[in-house]
């Protein structure tokens, strides 16, 4: 039984959802929120990795593009995400997120370039069902957790301090929560799913603090067949501007509309290979910032049963 | 019940990693041939503009030295005695040179740049 709701549950960590970059010259956030919010079984394991290329060029104020680069010519990084689901017990799961950048970059119009990497922030996150009903082909989960820094200060290269744009964690502490829910329609060949998820940041040592950032995600899922399904995701980002020691800091914070298709294959119904990509189709930026232009995403999940029931 | 111990526990490590701290080197007691002295920190240009580079220089003697920049905001390119600084937005901003020596003595000056 539960095997025929595999493919549903697979999107789980789609996006994952870890903290948001969103300065002047920065390539964007690793991610969105996607399905990987919904809960795992009691005794089961998902595991999920993906990698993420986000690319950025062109500044933006507010909603318009301005003519020429003021500094940055382009912005991209290469991310690679794991996550773990364990239900621990009925209703209610634990979830461990982290990720490294192999490559955060900034090539200039003058033609210098500078390039961070590194373990970015982790999340632990306890997630409990509050409504379920198969009558209703319904489920409602809630959660709640931690980001966490890999580092506390700041990445230097060759003695010198990346900038705030390319540095691969925030070195903080934060907070998020998150909703989800799932309306299966009849007969189970498509899904609805709304996801929303909030972070928090705290400032850094360097008195640096991330905005607040709230992801919410609509998404319908089709499955043509058990192995192949299709998913269309429209999701809103909201950005807060962060904080340079006390004072705002005007040049942060956006408003950005994803529109993110999807398709995944399952191999043997074991392995679930999916391939998406988010296309900003309204952007707004807070003062000028780099705006970005598109990201791609292949995931790779798989559901271990440890334990029957 | 040995899995959901055996799975907390590895969360739990996840966690405790990100503890990890990293040691504040003191300085050595050790007598210096060439005692540390800091001359001066000198930006090129102190009023600069948006997306324009400004050479800021460090000026110092000792044994070994190692320079370590930082700022609350901007760029650095370049790495050693002298590099080149800029930001996209303006404001005032502090530029920070530390210079050690391999006895790990250390000196910090800084210099503020406006940008316009």
């Known amino acids: 039984m539960f095997i025929k709701y595999i493919p549903f549950l697979f999107f789980v960590f789609l996006f994952s959802g870890e903290h948001a970059f969103s300065q002047c010259c920065s390539a964007g956030s690793p991610i969105g929120v996607g399905t990987y919010a919904g809960l795992v079984a009691k005794n089961n394991l998902r595991v999920n990795t993906f990698s993420r290329y986000t690319f950025s060029r062109d500044y933006y104020e507010g909603t318009e593009k301005l003519p020429n680069p003021i500094l940055v010519d382009k912005s991209e990084f290469l991310f690679q995400g794991v996550m773990l689901s364990y239900g621990i017990i009925k209703r209610t799961a634990i979830d461990a997120e982290f990720g490294y950048f192999y490559k955060k970059s900034q090539k200039y119009i003058n033609g210098a370039s500078l390039e961070g990497n590194g373990l970015s922030n982790g999340v632990v996150m306890l997630k409990y069902g509050i409504f379920h009903s198969d009558s209703a082909r319904m489920d409602i989960s809630l959660g709640a957790g931690i980001k966490y820094p890999f580092a506390k200060e700041p990445m230097y290269v060759n003695h010198v301090k990346l900038p705030i744009d390319i540095q691969p964690s925030t070195n903080a502490m934060g907070y998020t929560a998150q909703l989800f829910v799932k309306k299966v329609t009849a007969p189970f060949k498509s899904s609805f799913y709304l996801v929303s998820r909030y972070e928090y940041n705290e400032p850094n040592q360097d008195e640096y603090q991330y905005g607040q950032r709230l992801s919410t995600s609509l998404i319908y899922e089709y499955s043509f067949t058990r192995k192949f399904v299709a998913m269309m995701q429209a999701r809103f980002e909201y950005t807060g501007k962060d904080i340079n020691k006390d004072k705002e800091f005007s040049h942060s914070g956006s408003k950005i509309l994803f529109i993110s298709p999807l398709v995944l294959y399952s191999i043997n119904c074991k392995w679930h290979l999916s391939l998406t990509g988010d296309i900003p189709v309204y952007k707004y930026y807070n003062g000028t910032q780099l705006g970005n232009k598109f990201s791609v995403a292949v995931n790779l999940t798989r559901d271990f049963a440890l334990k029957k029931e | ?116």
């Not at chain 2, 526990?9 to 002295?37: I, M, R, Y």
């Not at chain 2, 930006?43 to 044994?63: H, M, P, R, W």
């Open chain 2, 1 to 116: 019940m040995k899995n959901n111990i055996l799975f907390l526990t590895f969360f739990f490590l996840v966690v405790a990693f990100s503890a990890c701290k990293k040691d504040k080197t003191q300085p050595s007691d050790e007598a210096n041939s060439q005692p540390l002295v800091y001359t001066s920190l000198i930006a090129q240009d102190t009023s600069i503009l948006v997306g324009v580079f400004v050479t800021i220089s460090a000026t110092a003697t000792g044994d070994e030295l190692t320079y370590t920049w930082s700022s609350d905001y901007g760029s650095f390119l370049g790495s050693g005695a002298s590099v080149q600084w800029v930001a996209c937005h303006a404001a005032d901003h502090v530029i920070n040179c530390e210079v050690k020596d391999k006895y790990n003595n250390s000196a910090t000056k800084s210099v503020v740049i406006h940008v316009y």
